[in-house]
């Protein structure tokens, strides 16, 4: 007879606290976030989208002539959200964002995600930049100032079949 798996009460979600390893797992891991910005009118605005993490910041990319380049341009104050939905694990942050237009940054985030996309395939990696790099390119670089939510859903089930085990992220 198997034991039935238990979800604990999620009213009190701070006991479920992603750890800073697991944090860091989903980082490397996701190739994608929800970067989001307010408007002109202060409505929140999120699209998903390619990211790297590294030195301590989200690097995203977009064009120099899209809402959210010039809302950030606007009013830095913006938010990003990690989250691997089958593993029920979030990552939330507040920051600011700047914009950066200079080449070498723009061509080492398009390497960067191009070989996060396909690791082990350089021509594909090559063909991503290619289609990727074209004028007006830009970079977002977004520093995070506090994490809002590290939520591991993981944690709040209970049974045998599902306990986090070393290799969960």
């Not at 999120?46 to 790297?52: D, E, K, N, P, R």
């Not at 030195?55 to 691997?84: H, L, N, Q, Y």
Request: glycine share 6%.
């Amino acid at each position: 007879m198997t034991q039935e798996v238990q979800i604990s009460s999620l009213k009190d979600a701070s006991g479920y606290r992603l750890s800073d390893e697991r944090q860091a797992k989903l980082l490397e891991r996701e190739l994608e976030c929800v970067f989001c910005w307010t408007n002109r009118d202060g409505h929140p605005i999120g699209i998903t989208q390619a990211y790297v993490y590294a030195d301590g910041a989200f690097w995203m990319c977009t064009d120099e002539d899209r809402a959210r380049a010039k809302a950030i341009r606007r009013d830095p104050r913006s938010s990003v959200v990690v989250f691997t939905a089958r593993k029920s694990k979030t990552l939330s942050f507040k920051g600011t964002s700047e914009i950066l237009t200079d080449r070498d940054t723009v061509m080492w985030f398009l390497r960067e995600v191009a070989r996060r996309y396909d690791p082990d395939d350089p021509q594909a990696q090559e063909a991503h930049v290619a289609a990727a790099d074209h004028p007006g390119r830009i970079v977002i670089k977004f520093t995070p100032e506090k994490v809002t939510n590290a939520f591991d859903g993981g944690l709040a089930r209970t049974g045998p079949s599902s306990r986090p085990t070393a290799t969960d992220g």
